[in-house]
Structure formats: structure tokens, C-alpha cells
């Protein structure tokens, strides 16, 4: 099976162009850039040019997009959005043009607004799920919400199967040495919800969604199932959002405030790593 995945000289790609290489995937990558590593063909790609992204997946059966400028204000607020909806509506475009059934898409916990909101906010309910409302200011965020929306608009035409992954931060294993710097501290981390996820288990939700069946057009959560911090999840939420009194499970240890429980339920997947195995206290 053919997939391509586009971002794959990214941080996040690198890991997931691994992963389904090892898997035995006949892997491409389409990128603007080289990876530092070649794991496997990439092809210079502008994914806002649909010309280009026609070519480059012909003869895939399925397509990870991971490409994206990964946050806000990093560039001019119409460059991120024009870059991340353009990019993402070309992807799906082609794909459904060219007969691909299966894609993922990469969305954001910051579609739900909190991170690069310019005046603080508070989550309505924790954990938060699918279900909580996407309120960004930024357009990064705004990008996202248009790209599941997209994602939808594909699958009812197409019937094709897209998985839009909201990650939360995403960690490759060497970002772990960082971690002792924040995690006593929970004013850190706070408008992430404090949340993380290994890039290898991203990588294996990816797979397990380009081989689930099924799924429609359908928006997941993924984050490990605990916080990145060394303080209780009560604790955190008691520190920084004491006025948030909706709390849904019993938050009786370091539990994520990410849900993810859906991504669980759907795809059969679980995540293997957790900080607490590669830092020491
Ligand atoms: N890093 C995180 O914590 C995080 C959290 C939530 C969601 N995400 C999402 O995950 C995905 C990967 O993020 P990352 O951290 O690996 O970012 P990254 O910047 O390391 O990688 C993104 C890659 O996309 C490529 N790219 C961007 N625009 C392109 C275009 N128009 N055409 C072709 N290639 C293009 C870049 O060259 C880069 O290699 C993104 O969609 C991001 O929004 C990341």
C-alpha cells in the first residue's frame, strides 16, 4: 500500500514517516523542504499549488497531511491561513480526484481556542473532548476548524474516510530532557491544558487510522494519558483555572485534561510512552 505524507521533513513527520516504513508502506514524502534524514523519496512539493499536489499523489492509496506552518503569529496571520487551508483543501481535493479513499489530517488542541487566545480563557469543562466548542482568535486555530470542515465537506461528497487528529503538544523523544525545567511549575504549560503527545504514538494513531474502516469524516483528540507535569491534574486545574467547576472524571492523579478516550474507543489505540519513563525526578 502507497501512502504519501506530506510535512514529513517536519518534526512530527519524521517520526511518522518512520513508523510506516517500518510497517512496510511504500512511503513518499511531500514537503517544501528535505528531511535530514531520507527514510524515504521526498518530493519538493508547494501543497498550496493543486497542480502540484495532483502529481505528487497520483498512484497513492492513502494520504497522512501533516503539513503546516504549526502555530500562530509565527508569520503574518493570512500567510498561516492561506498556507494551512489552501494546503489541506488541495490534499483532500486531489485525493478525492485521483480515487484515494483514505486520508488523516493533522488538526490542533488549538482549534479550541486557549492557547494563542489574547485574553486568557478558561476550558468550560475538563477533560475536554470532541465536544467542547472551538472558539480560536488566531488564524492557526481558525485553520484548523476550516480544515475539519473541509474534511467533511470531502467525505460527503466522496465518501472518503478522513481522520482529523486534534493533537496536543507534540514531544519527539529527545524534547524529553526538557521537561525537568516546567514540570513543578504549573503556571507552565497551562494554556496546552498541560497536555502532550509522543510523536511515536502519533504516528501510530495515523497508521491505525489509515487502516481502520468505517469512520466517516471524524475529529479525535490525541494526547498521552497523562499531563507533562509533576503535579497533580486537581492540582493544576486548582492553580490555574479555579473557576472551572465542570470536571468530569474524578482527576484523582496526574490523568490528562486532554481526553482522548474516542481516539481510544475508534481506533484500538493506546499510548505507549510516557515522560515519566524517560526523565528522572
Ligand atoms: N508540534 C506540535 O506540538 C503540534 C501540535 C498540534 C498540531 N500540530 C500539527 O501537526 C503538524 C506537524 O507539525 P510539526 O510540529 O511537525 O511542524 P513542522 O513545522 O516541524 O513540520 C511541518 C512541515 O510542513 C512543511 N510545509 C509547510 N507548508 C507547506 C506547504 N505549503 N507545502 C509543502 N510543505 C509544507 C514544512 O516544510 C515542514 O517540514 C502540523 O499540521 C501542525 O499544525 C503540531
Redesign the pocket.
Known amino acids: 500500500m502507497k501512502v504519501v505524507i506530506?510535512?514529513?521533513?517536519?518534526?512530527?513527520?519524521q517520526w511518522v514517516v518512520r513508523h510506516f516504513v517500518e510497517q512496510g508502506y511504500e512511503v513518499s514524502n511531500?514537503?517544501?523542504?528535505r528531511?535530514e534524514e531520507q527514510v524515504c523519496p521526498t518530493v519538493i512539493?508547494?501543497?498550496?499549488q493543486l497542480g502540484e499536489v495532483y502529481g505528487v499523489l497520483a498512484g497513492a492509496d492513502a494520504v497522512v497531511?501533516?503539513?503546516?506552518?504549526?502555530?500562530a503569529y509565527s508569520h503574518p496571520n493570512e500567510v498561516t491561513f492561506h498556507?494551512?487551508t489552501m494546503?489541506t483543501y488541495n490534499v483532500l481535493e486531489a485525493a478525492a480526484g485521483l480515487g484515494i479513499r483514505k486520508a488523516v489530517i493533522?488538526?490542533?488542541?488549538?482549534s479550541y481556542g486557549l492557547v494563542f487566545a489574547k485574553e486568557r480563557f478558561s476550558p468550560q469543562y475538563v477533560p475536554v473532548d470532541e465536544a467542547h466548542p472551538q472558539l480560536p482568535e488566531d488564524s492557526?486555530g481558525l485553520s484548523?476548524v476550516v480544515n475539519e470542515q473541509t474534511a467533511d465537506m470531502i467525505h460527503r461528497r466522496t465518501g472518503m474516510q478522513v481522520v482529523s487528529f486534534?493533537?496536543?503538544?507534540?514531544?519527539a523523544p529527545d524534547a524529553y530532557e526538557r521537561f525537568p525545567e516546567f514540570i513543578h511549575d504549573p503556571r507552565q504549560r497551562d494554556r496546552i491544558l498541560w497536555s502532550y503527545i509522543d510523536a511515536r504514538d502519533a504516528a501510530t494513531a495515523c497508521r491505525l487510522a489509515i487502516e481502520a474502516d468505517g469512520l466517516g469524516s471524524v475529529a479525535l483528540n490525541l494526547a498521552a494519558d497523562d499531563t507533562s507535569m509533576a503535579v497533580t491534574s486537581r492540582e493544576l486545574m486548582t492553580a490555574q483555572y479555579p473557576e472551572v467547576t465542570d470536571i468530569r472524571t474524578p482527576l484523582d492523579g496526574f490523568q490528562s485534561l486532554l481526553s482522548s478516550e474516542k481516539a481510544k474507543r475508534l481506533l484500538n489505540w493506546q499510548p505507549a510512552h510516557h515522560w515519566r519513563t524517560y526523565v528522572e525526578q
Open positions: 506530506t510535512g514529513g521533513s517536519g518534526m512530527l513527520g511531500a514537503d517544501v523542504k528531511p512539493t508547494d501543497l498550496t497531511h501533516l503539513a503546516a506552518i504549526p502555530v498556507n494551512n494546503s493533522a488538526s490542533s488542541e488549538s492557526y484548523k486534534r493533537l496536543g503538544n507534540v514531544i
